[in-house]
């Protein structure tokens, strides 16, 4: 993410956005960057305003809700059976094995 | 030439933890099963299911940090570290990025010249491990790829040391000193073949006296001391070449080839800023409180140095013996508790028994201790037995060798051996048999070949079912032949 002072609006370029776009495999067509820079910038200087905020000491948060320490409990096991579960896969081999398109060369 | 840089290396090391359950949802910690068995809709990544903190990866993961002297952060939180590939089905890893439960401690290593330094630990995260991906020939001609989830979610903890190793005998002596504290703390099964430890290298040069360091390179998928050993020497190898040719270095990230002997560019397209780390919010942030600290410090199994301490201190067994009785935790264990059986002045014999016995078998067998048949009390008093004179030492072996093959408990083969004859009017009578059985071995004796007091001994032996003791055996033959 470009650094900026306070001061300044966050800018972005077509570079970074393709980038991010493909981090999050998502397929932009070039026609539909600049309406997507835009939308993109809104949000992020939206967000930007808390930099105004004087937050020296102030510890960042992890989480939002005022919990912590949930542990698994003994014995708890999930009812989906396994064999249910596989029908998500598109493919499954005769060895109960997810088939996947290739990822190596 | 070879001495013209300085080697700096620094060391990550995922292990997996032996939980019971993996680290957010119910499955067994346990992958030695069918393909896509142990799997669940938290472990899958199915959408809706949440993940919920095992305590037993947190106790271990804390057990490891006091055990390296780190830091430890009483509130931390896990973090997603995204990325897309086929063995994380989420998208992103659950993992430990801006507030670990363990920075800044060390472990101490042993140096070339045999003294001692330490190795800072930056820090010591959990996170979850993958799947796994097979690239069978079959299925890679067809274009594809297959993958079994029961990795999938196993905890892992992750131990990250500054770079202060200077030469591959020091890393060396790290990966042994690491490998014993995992294991003497019961949080990994230590087992290297079964990719239960994994190792990632980051390796520069330096001219001596420099202090800036020089260009990193990682090296990663190590999957053992020797490939991480070798992978250095052939990274070093490499960068001393690009040195000479005065090419500056990439800072990179290469894979080692176990065949050619050689590291090579990985191709890479996301870097480390592209993970996107953020806060996990499925999980809420994890709060130690100074009771529960202390109290798996109270319950945390002794570390080998201890264990190897009691033994030559309260034990009186020899350094070298307490070395070799701890190769291992489980080894550990059952020396003690042989020891311990055997009382105080029987210490000494058992550890030898189990130094040239017990582990004599093991290897020949290639089990482990965990499989060895005799319980420590069981050879604790077999050894007491032999101690006392109430059988020979040959007969106890024969026994424990029999009983190990499977030929009946220790104790019936014992009962049948009978107790040892130390009755010299018994062994003179059968030695004397041997002697008028045999006129003509006598003769070759009497008249200078000596060395067939083997043969004579052997018979004595076999007449007494191997009850006799063979030094005394010995010393009456001699009375008689020579006589
Ligand atoms: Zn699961």
Redesign the interface.
């Known amino acids: 993410m470009p650094e900026t002072r306070s001061s300044e609006r966050i800018e972005i370029s077509l570079q970074q956005l393709r980038?991010i776009a493909f981090?999050s495999?998502l397929e932009v067509p070039d026609e539909s960057l600049e309406e997507l820079r835009s939308d993109f910038l809104a949000l992020l200087n939206h967000f930007k305003q808390i930099d105004e905020l004087p937050t020296d000491g102030v510890e960042?948060m992890?989480?939002?809700?005022e919990?912590?320490?949930?542990?698994?409990q003994e014995?708890?096991?999930?009812p989906?059976e396994?064999d249910e579960?596989?029908q998500?896969a598109l493919e499954?081999?005769s060895?109960?094995?997810?088939?996947?398109?290739?990822?190596?060369e | 030439m070879s001495s013209e840089y300085e080697i700096v290396v620094g060391l990550e090391i995922h292990t997996e933890l032996c939980t019971r359950r993996k680290a957010f949802c119910g499955c067994p910690n346990n992958f030695k099963v069918p393909p896509n068995t142990n799997i669940c809709p938290t472990c899958l990544g199915v959408p809706g299911a949440l993940p919920v903190l095992n305590p037993e990866m947190l106790e271990f993961a804390l057990r490891v940090c006091l055990a390296l002297h780190t830091k430890i952060n009483q509130r931390c939180h896990f973090d997603r570290k995204h990325y897309f590939y086929p063995d994380l089905p989420k998208g992103y890893q659950i993992s430990q990025k801006y507030r670990q439960i363990g920075v800044e401690g060390f472990i101490p290593i042993e140096t070339e010249d045999g003294g001692e330094k330490r190795v800072r630990i930056s820090d010591v995260h959990m996170e979850e491990d993958t799947g796994t991906l097979a690239h069978t020939e079959a299925y890679v001609r067809k274009g594809t790829s297959t993958v079994n989830y029961n990795r999938c979610g196993v905890p892992l903890l992750e131990i990250v040391s500054h770079p202060d190793m200077r030469s591959i005998a020091e890393v060396s002596s790290y990966m042994h000193r690491m490998r014993d504290l995992l294991d003497f703390l019961a949080v990994s099964d230590c087992r290297m073949e079964e990719g239960s430890i994994r190792y990632e290298a980051s390796v520069s040069l330096r001219p001596f006296g420099q202090e800036e360091y020089g260009t990193r390179v990682e090296i990663k998928n190590l999957g053992s001391f020797r490939s991480v050993e070798q992978a250095l020497e052939a990274e070093i190898r490499r960068q001393k070449r690009i040195l000479a040719s005065g090419t500056p270095l990439r800072q990179e990230t290469v894979l080692f080839d176990e065949n050619l002997k050689e590291t090579r560019p990985m191709r890479s397209k996301e870097s480390s800023s592209d993970y996107r780390y953020f806060p996990e919010p499925d999980l809420p942030p994890i709060v130690i409180s100074d009771e529960r600290l202390n109290e798996v410090k109270q319950t945390m199994p002794p570390l080998r140095d201890t264990v190897m301490k009691l033994m030559i201190e309260e034990h009186g067994l020899t350094p070298y013996a307490a070395d070799v009785l701890t190769a291992s935790r489980a080894l550990a264990d059952y020396s003690r508790d042989a020891v311990r059986a055997g009382g105080k002045e029987m210490a000494v014999p058992v550890a030898n028994w189990l130094q040239n016995t017990v582990l004599g078998y093991l290897n020949e067998t290639g089990l482990e201790i965990a499989a060895f048949p005799v319980s420590a009390q069981e050879l604790a008093d077999l050894v007491r037995k032999v101690e006392e004179k109430k059988i020979t030492a040959a007969a106890a072996k024969t026994c424990l060798r029999e009983s190990l093959s499977g030929k009946g408990s220790l104790r019936d083969l014992l009962a049948r051996q009978g107790e040892a004859v130390s009755d010299d009017a018994q062994l003179v009578q059968w030695i004397r048999d041997v002697i008028t059985e045999n006129p003509d071995k006598v003769e070759s004796y009497r008249s200078g070949r000596t060395n067939l007091i083997q043969f004579f001994v052997g018979q004595v032996m076999r007449l007494s079912k191997g009850r006799a003791q063979a030094q005394k055996v010995k010393e009456l033959l001699e009375e008689e032949l020579g006589g």
């Not at chain 1, 992890?62 to 809700?65: I, Q, S």
């Not at chain 1, 060895?95 to 190596?104: Q, S, T």
């Open positions: 980038d981090l495999r960042p992890a989480h939002p809700l919990l912590s320490n949930v542990f698994l014995g708890v096991r999930c989906a396994p579960l596989l998500n499954v081999d060895e109960r094995r997810v088939i996947v398109p290739r990822v190596v």
